[in-house]
């Protein structure tokens, strides 16, 4: 069965320094997803991305972060400066479409990412 | 702002019994609502979506029901399993008509042989 697949597993960064969290969506889907997981919170939406634009953020993906897709597979999210409440876990979850039979999302099983 | 509400305390079974657990929002009536399974470490897993204009919904030993007079989800399995055991978030449908699901803190669940 195909899944999102992120990498790395684990990422340990010293603060102000620069990190890129990778994602592989399912093959077919056309909309990719990141958010973040702070220990013991819930799951907060960042940002969406359809047709190589940002559709929706929040506002917590302020100017310190950015997404890409440089190919066709992958999915990118770029912290620039980070901070130590950026530690969290990071979750890329992609969907096939969105019509009235599927809204549900894949998640793929995060990027823990610690800031020292 | 639209608030979820899911009980913070953990919910503690026996197996075989029906597990409930609960899911409240105020100050937004959502088109829909989902359920998630997330297990420690890992990413949230999709169960179940039930519209607004559905009662109730069952797979295999999953029911979802919706009450928007109440404000209300109920999530249930029956003949639960310790391999249930794991964090259930609720989800609802992003306000302003947004597709992006706003979670709940989610409810854990342990299921005790």
């Known amino acids: 069965e195909p899944e999102v697949t992120q990498t790395p597993s684990h990422q340990v960064t010293q603060m102000g320094q620069e990190v890129i969290l990778r994602c592989v969506p399912i093959?077919?889907?056309?909309?990719f997803y990141w958010y973040r997981q702070i220990l013991g919170q819930k799951v907060e939406f960042l940002v969406s991305?359809?047709?190589?634009?940002?559709?929706?953020k929040s506002e917590i993906f302020d100017d310190q972060f950015s997404v890409e897709r440089p190919d066709g597979s992958n999915f990118t999210l770029k912290i620039r400066s980070t901070k130590l409440e950026d530690s969290a876990m990071y979750f890329c979850?992609?969907?096939?479409?969105?019509?009235?039979?599927?809204?549900?999302?894949?998640f793929g099983p995060g990027t823990r990412l610690t800031v020292t | 702002s639209q608030k979820i509400e899911q009980n913070s305390e953990a919910l503690n079974i026996q197996e075989g019994k029906t597990a409930t657990l609960t899911c409240n929002y105020t100050?937004?009536?959502?088109?829909?609502l989902q359920w998630y399974r997330q297990d420690p470490g890992r990413g949230p897993v999709f169960l179940l979506l039930?519209?607004?204009?559905?009662k109730e919904k069952r797979k295999e030993r999953l029911k979802v029901t919706f009450d928007t007079t109440l404000k209300q989800s109920l999530f249930h399995i029956t003949a639960s399993q310790p391999a249930d055991s794991a964090t259930y978030l609720c989800?609802?449908?992003?306000?302003?008509?947004?597709?992006?699901?706003?979670f709940g803190r989610g409810t854990s669940l342990i299921v005790h042989p």
């Open positions: 039930i519209r607004e204009n559905e």
């Open positions: 093959s077919n889907h056309l909309y």
């Open positions: 979850a992609s969907s096939p479409h969105l019509d009235s039979s599927s809204y549900e999302q894949y």
């Open positions: 989800a609802l449908e992003g306000s302003g008509g947004s597709y992006i699901p706003t």
């Open positions: 991305f359809y047709n190589n634009e940002i559709s929706e």
């Open positions: 100050n937004y009536s959502p088109a829909y």
